[in-house]
């Protein structure tokens, strides 16, 4: 038995060594020296072989406003930039809000005046995001949903606090 397996080992010492200088014997074929150029003859040359150019692959366009899987495209939320959220009622208070497109936990990213917001009754809003439905909801870091304001026409959103028996405004979300 012992015999058997060094009798294996020299084969395949013997097939590897064969196999280094094979492939010696052929890169030296591939790019002569400048010396070896002048001896070779065109009929030790390898033959010229055309390669065939690879088909360019097109990607999917991704959306600039922050979609980043291409598998699953998301709808184009059209509300971004520069808002205001304002109480629905003769002297109530208006604050400037930004719908930006930038991606964060839960949607995008809500840039707002914390002091302002909180005497909406909005407490630390952290995202926004587009429903199915065309609404935009506001969502804490927790991503529990703090406001959705209903989409009435283009870039005018409304939220029926009232109703809910929340005994605060009703709030509308409109271009400045």
């Known amino acids: 038995m012992a015999q058997r397996f060094k009798t294996v080992r020299a084969d395949v010492a013997r097939a590897w060594l064969a196999a280094v200088v094979l492939c010696a014997v052929g890169l030296a074929n591939c790019s002569p020296?400048?010396?070896?150029?002048?001896?070779?003859?065109?009929?030790?040359?390898?033959?010229?072989?055309?390669?065939?150019?690879?088909?360019?692959?097109?990607?999917?366009?991704i959306a600039a406003w922050g979609n980043d899987d291409p598998d699953h495209p998301q709808p184009?939320?059209?509300?971004?930039g520069d808002f205001v959220l304002w109480e629905d009622?003769?002297?109530?208070r208006v604050c400037p809000v930004e719908l930006e497109n930038a991606r964060t936990i839960g949607g995008y990213s809500f840039v707002y005046d914390e002091e302002c917001l909180d005497r909406?009754?909005?407490?630390?809003?952290?995202?926004?995001?587009?429903?199915?439905?065309g609404s935009i909801v506001l969502i804490d870091v927790t991503r529990h949903v703090l406001l959705r304001l209903t989409r009435h026409r283009k870039d005018e959103y409304y939220a029926e606090r009232q109703a809910m028996g929340l005994r605060l405004e009703n709030l509308n979300l409109t271009r400045p």
């Open 33 to 61: 020296s400048k010396q070896g150029e002048a001896q070779a003859s065109e009929s030790t040359k390898p033959p010229l072989v055309e390669v065939a150019a690879a088909p360019v692959v097109q990607e999917a366009p």
């Open 76 to 80: 184009d939320p059209s509300p971004l």
């Open 89 to 92: 009622r003769e002297g109530g």
């Open 120 to 133: 909406l009754g909005i407490a630390d809003p952290y995202a926004w995001f587009a429903a199915d439905d």
